[in-house]
C-alpha cells in the first residue's frame, strides 16, 4: 500500500512539474490593437486591459492602429502608452478617415496636469508622419511566425479594410488577404447587431459602411465578432474610476472617463468584450454562437446565416454570466488579480 501511494506521489510531482514547465515555457500571445479612442471611453478600457495583460506577461502587444483620422488621438495614444511604460511602441494612422472630431475627452487629458506637470507627455503627432494604420499592420504581420497573431479592432474598420484590400508591396508580396489567411489566427472585432431584440445599424459598422462590409466579406480567418448587445448589458462601474485607481485626478484613464460625460455613470463596455474573449478564449467569460457567415447590408445592418463552413461567429451573454464576467473584465482594467 505505501508503494502505491510513493508511485501515486511521484507520478502527481511529475505532473505538476510538468505543468509549471509548460506554463513557463508558454509564449505570449501576439496582439495588434486598432481603436478609435477618442470617440467614446470604452476604447481607453479596453487598451489598459491590454497594457496590464502585457505587464503580467500574458501578451505582447506588437503595435497599435489608429481608425479615428484625428491628430489628438495620435497624441492621446502616444502620451498614455508612454504613461504606462510603452514608450515607442508602433503607431499606424488612417489618413483621410472617419470622425475627424476631436470629442469630449481627448483635450481635457491631454492638457491635464498634476503640480504644474502634463499627466500625458506625448512624443508623437501628426508631424511625425506615422506610417499608414494597414501599412504598419502588414509590416507587423510580416515579421510574425504564421497563425500567430491576435487581431482585435474595436472601432470603424477603416484600417482593417484597407489592409483586406492591399496589394503586394515593398513590405510583403503577398496580398492583405493572404497576409492575413498566413499569419493571423483570430480576427476579433467589436462590430454589428446579433439579437432581435435591437434593430439599427451599428455605430463602429455604418461609420466606414464600406470597410466593414469589405472586411467581414474578405476575412478568411476565423472571425469573432461581440454585438452591441454584448457590452450594453456590462455597465463599467464608475465606483471604480473613483477609487482603484488611486487619485482620480492624477490618472489619465480616470481623467478621460470623468471628461467623457457627466459623472456619475456606468458605460457600456462593448470594446472590453472582444479584448477579454481574444485573450482569454478558454475562459468561457462568454458563449460562441454557431459557425455561419455575417453580411452587412447597405444599411448597416448585420445578418448572420449558420453554416458549418463559416468562419464567424458572435458573443452571446446569457444573464447567468452577467456579474461575474462584468467583475472580471474591471479586474482586467484595473490590473487586480490578472492572474485568475
Same mark, same amino acid.
Given at each position: 500500500? @505505501?508503494?502505491? *501511494?510513493?508511485?501515486?506521489?511521484? +507520478?502527481?510531482?511529475?505532473? =505538476? !512539474?510538468?505543468t ?8 505570449p ?7 478609435? *479612442?477618442? /470617440?467614446?471611453?470604452?476604447? $481607453?478600457? *479596453?487598451?489598459?486591459?491590454l ?10 502587444? +506588437?503595435g $497599435?492602429? =489608429? ?11 502616444d502620451?498614455?502608452c508612454?504613461?504606462?511604460? #510603452? ?8 489618413y ?13 487629458t491631454?492638457?491635464?496636469?498634476? /503640480? ?7 512624443? #508623437?503627432?501628426?508631424? !511625425? ?11 507587423? +504581420?510580416a ?6 497573431v491576435?487581431? =482585435? ?5 477603416t ?5 483586406m484590400? &492591399? ?12 497576409l ?11 462590430a ?8 439599427f445599424?451599428?455605430?463602429n459598422?455604418? &461609420?466606414?459602411?464600406?470597410? *466593414?462590409k ?8 476565423k472571425?469573432i465578432?461581440?454585438?452591441?448587445? $454584448?457590452? /450594453? ?16 485626478? @492624477?490618472?489619465?484613464?480616470? =481623467?478621460?472617463?470623468q !471628461? ?15 479584448v477579454?474573449d ?9 458563449l460562441?454562437s454557431? @459557425?455561419?457567415?455575417? !453580411? ?10 449558420? &453554416?458549418e463552413?463559416?468562419?464567424h ?6 444573464e447567468?454570466?452577467v456579474? @461575474?464576467?462584468?467583475e472580471?473584465?474591471?479586474n482586467?482594467?484595473?490590473g ?5
Amino acid at each position: 500500500m @505505501k508503494r502505491i *501511494a510513493f508511485i501515486l506521489l511521484l +507520478l502527481i510531482t511529475f505532473e =505538476i !512539474s510538468n505543468t509549471a514547465e509548460a506554463s513557463k515555457n508558454k509564449k505570449p500571445a501576439t496582439v495588434i490593437f486598432d481603436t478609435d *479612442a477618442g /470617440n467614446d471611453i470604452d476604447d $481607453v478600457l *479596453a487598451l489598459q486591459m491590454l497594457l496590464n495583460y502585457e505587464k503580467a506577461g500574458k501578451i505582447k502587444l +506588437l503595435g $497599435v492602429t =489608429i481608425c479615428k483620422s484625428n491628430p489628438n488621438t495620435i497624441k492621446f495614444l502616444d502620451g498614455y502608452c508612454r504613461y504606462n511604460n #510603452r514608450k515607442n511602441i508602433p503607431l499606424g494612422y488612417a489618413y483621410n478617415g472617419v470622425t475627424p472630431e476631436d470629442g469630449t475627452y481627448l483635450l481635457p487629458t491631454l492638457h491635464a496636469k498634476v /503640480n504644474g506637470f502634463p499627466v500625458l507627455k506625448p512624443v #508623437r503627432s501628426i508631424e !511625425s508622419k506615422l506610417p499608414e494604420g494597414y501599412k504598419l499592420i502588414r509590416k507587423l +504581420l510580416a515579421g510574425q511566425p504564421d497563425t500567430s497573431v491576435l487581431l =482585435i479592432a474595436v472601432g470603424p474598420l477603416t484600417n482593417i479594410g484597407r489592409l483586406m484590400n &492591399s496589394q503586394a508591396d515593398e513590405i510583403s508580396p503577398l496580398t492583405g488577404v493572404e497576409l492575413v489567411r498566413k499569419k493571423v489566427k483570430l480576427f476579433s472585432t467589436m462590430a454589428g447587431l446579433y439579437t432581435n431584440v435591437f434593430d439599427f445599424p451599428e455605430w463602429n459598422v455604418i &461609420s466606414d459602411l464600406e470597410a *466593414a462590409k469589405t472586411t467581414f466579406a474578405k476575412c478568411p480567418v476565423k472571425l469573432i465578432a461581440s454585438g452591441w448587445e $454584448v457590452g /450594453n448589458k456590462l455597465l463599467y462601474p464608475h465606483q471604480s474610476i473613483l477609487n482603484d485607481f488611486g487619485n482620480p485626478n @492624477k490618472n489619465p484613464l480616470c =481623467i478621460a472617463y470623468q !471628461s467623457y460625460m457627466k459623472m456619475p455613470y456606468d458605460r457600456q463596455t462593448w470594446d472590453l468584450t472582444s479584448v477579454l474573449d481574444a485573450i482569454e478564449p478558454d475562459k468561457n467569460w462568454f458563449l460562441h454562437s454557431p @459557425k455561419g457567415t455575417i !453580411s452587412i447590408d447597405n444599411d448597416g445592418k448585420t445578418t448572420f446565416v449558420e &453554416s458549418e463552413t463559416g468562419m464567424h461567429q458572435y458573443l452571446i451573454i446569457p444573464e447567468e454570466k452577467v456579474q @461575474k464576467t462584468l467583475e472580471t473584465l474591471v479586474n482586467r482594467v484595473t490590473g487586480k488579480n490578472n492572474k485568475k
